[in-house]
């Protein structure tokens, strides 16, 4: 089972304004941190995932999991990009009774694991990686992190038990926009030093632009960097990345567009 091959930086574009769609048509949130990650997400599935669309449970599939949950539509965008559903399915995106829901539910083709509240996707991911690794498959895992969210435990426990075992399938990717539900995340609970305390619990450890497709494709897609060591990617990214009036704003994690808002926002990533 290959990667996909597709031009991840068009894909990150669609992606942008498949979101700034939903969330504007369904009055919802976290358009922030969906454009925070569309490039990560991009890559993943554009150059790095083995996957087949036409196959989304096929046994030797790489698993994604988006810890993040409540930034599902950059994750419903890409798969429905990438074929995996219709494009015109995310109109259903927050409506009473469908599937695409305002959290990322596995009841959506190519979805792993539903998530929501933070802090379950990588001890998640851990268990799939050590069961891969006990069967001696060759598949990988990948679990998208909110910077936010490592603030639970959970995560920690994860990283000592998946160090312990050894399980250099697991790919860590921390979504490091610095901003959180409120503030900024040093004011909410500090957690540098990040990348030293990775590296402590036996990670082996890189750091990437978050935006940029070049590097995120070299290391995601060079991964295990280490034998005997799960992977710790801390990407740095843009909260709201691609809408100048959205970046960097803690506001738009909560806030959605109005029609001109959205009409603004479409220009920007039109002419971009």
Request: proline fraction near 3%; charge should be neutral; charged fraction near 20%.
């Amino acid at each position: 089972m290959n990667s996909l091959h597709i031009d991840s930086q068009d894909l990150a574009r669609r992606m942008r304004i498949q979101a700034l769609h939903m969330v504007h048509r369904a009055k919802a949130s976290h358009i922030g941190s969906a454009l925070s990650i569309c490039d990560i997400v991009a890559v993943l599935y554009g150059q790095v995932l083995h996957l087949d669309p036409k196959q989304p449970t096929a046994a030797q599939r790489d698993r994604f999991i988006l810890s993040k949950g409540h930034a599902c539509v950059a994750v419903y965008a890409a798969l429905a990009e990438t074929g995996f559903f219709p494009t015109d399915d995310l109109l259903k995106y927050g409506q009473d009774h469908s599937v695409l829901m305002n959290h990322v539910s596995h009841k959506v083709a190519g979805v792993e694991f539903s998530t929501g509240s933070l802090g379950h996707g990588l001890p998640f991911g851990t268990g799939k990686a050590l069961a891969a690794s006990r069967s001696k498959q060759t598949w990988r895992t990948f679990v998208l992190l909110s910077d936010g969210e490592l603030g639970e435990g959970s995560n920690w426990e994860a990283m000592m038990f998946a160090a312990h075992h050894q399980l250099d399938n697991l790919v860590a990717i921390v979504d490091y926009n610095k901003l959180q539900s409120l503030t900024t995340v040093d004011k909410t609970l500090r957690i540098e030093p990040l990348a030293d305390k990775a590296r402590a619990f036996g990670w082996s450890v890189r750091e990437v632009e978050g935006h940029d497709h070049t590097g995120l494709t070299a290391l995601l897609g060079g991964a295990p960097w280490e034998r005997g060591k799960p992977s710790f990617l801390i990407a740095h990214t843009t909260k709201g990345k691609g809408v100048s009036f959205m970046e960097n704003s803690v506001d738009w994690h909560y806030k959605s567009p109005s029609h001109d808002q959205l009409a603004q926002a479409l220009e920007e990533l039109n002419h971009a």
